[in-house]
């Protein structure tokens, strides 16, 4: 990955997801048994967590278990002789319906305009997870992810910031926190952060706080991205948000 690349030709792009079901009582019988399955496997990693229900809030990142709330992505464009971002979302409780007007979008625009798809940690989270639910909807991959069987040398429209920040150390985990800590770049987790999602959507009913949050990962994405290219962030007064 060179740093030649224009800003204006990747699209920026963060996702939000909840488990499929607010509690672990609401899922079927079949569908519990393969999730004891899976808590069997990880209940080594979270010790403190076995009841039931407090475990199954993970669920969300497990792409069979959980669905998708929120996409947002960033794209950038020059006016004025200035970069500028536009953010916009893809939100709603119709996981079907929200990856149906994303993924028109894609179709739409990708290799047309844009080029590339950047996400942190997209390669292990991000793109799979919206590959995954899109097939489970019923619905064909978008161009540009249309990724499935791929050589890693046949995606490299795909960016991911994390494995750029890991120069081939592939044990190395890197929050976008953390990431934008060490550039001196303001945190995106100042009202909630991943963590929290599960409740403030099934809990508070607060879908929009969400959306923001997801917003502002994106804002970050980008100006991690243009920090490790040695670009210079994005202002905020350069920055907007549609939904």
């Known amino acids: 990955m060179s740093n030649d690349v224009n800003l204006s030709q990747i699209i920026f ?3 939000e997801t909840v488990p499929e079901k607010p509690k672990f009582a609401d899922i079927d019988d079949e569908w ?3 999730w004891q399955k899976k808590v069997d496997s990880l209940s080594k990693y979270y010790p403190e967590e076995v009841e039931q229900d407090n475990m199954y809030q993970r669920a969300g990142i497990y792409s069979e278990f959980g669905r998708i709330v929120c996409i947002s992505l960033g794209v950038c464009y020059t006016q ?8 916009k979302s893809f939100s709603g409780d119709d996981e079907c319906q929200l990856l149906t007007e994303f993924n028109a979008m894609l179709d739409e625009h990708f290799f047309k305009k844009y080029h590339y798809l950047c996400a942190h940690n997209g390669q292990e989270f991000d793109f799979p997870f919206i590959c995954r639910r899109s097939i489970l909807n019923g619905l064909p991959l978008p161009k540009g992810l249309q990724i499935m069987g791929n050589k890693p040398w046949e995606n490299r429209h795909l960016i991911d910031t994390m494995r750029l920040w890991a120069f081939g150390d592939f044990k190395n985990f890197t929050s976008l926190e953390l990431l934008a ?25 607060d879908l929009k706080r969400i959306v923001e949050y997801c917003q502002l990962d994106v804002q970050t994405l980008v100006n991690v991205y243009c920090s490790l290219m040695g670009k210079p962030p994005i202002p905020d007064e350069h920055v907007t948000f549609s939904t």
């Open 13 to 15: 792009l963060d996702i």
């Open 32 to 34: 519990q048994k393969l």
């Open 80 to 87: 004025d002789g200035d970069t500028k971002l536009r953010i």
């Open 181 to 205: 800590k060490s550039f001196g770049l303001p945190s995106p987790k100042d009202d909630i952060s991943g963590a929290d999602v599960y409740r403030v959507f099934y809990e508070e009913n």
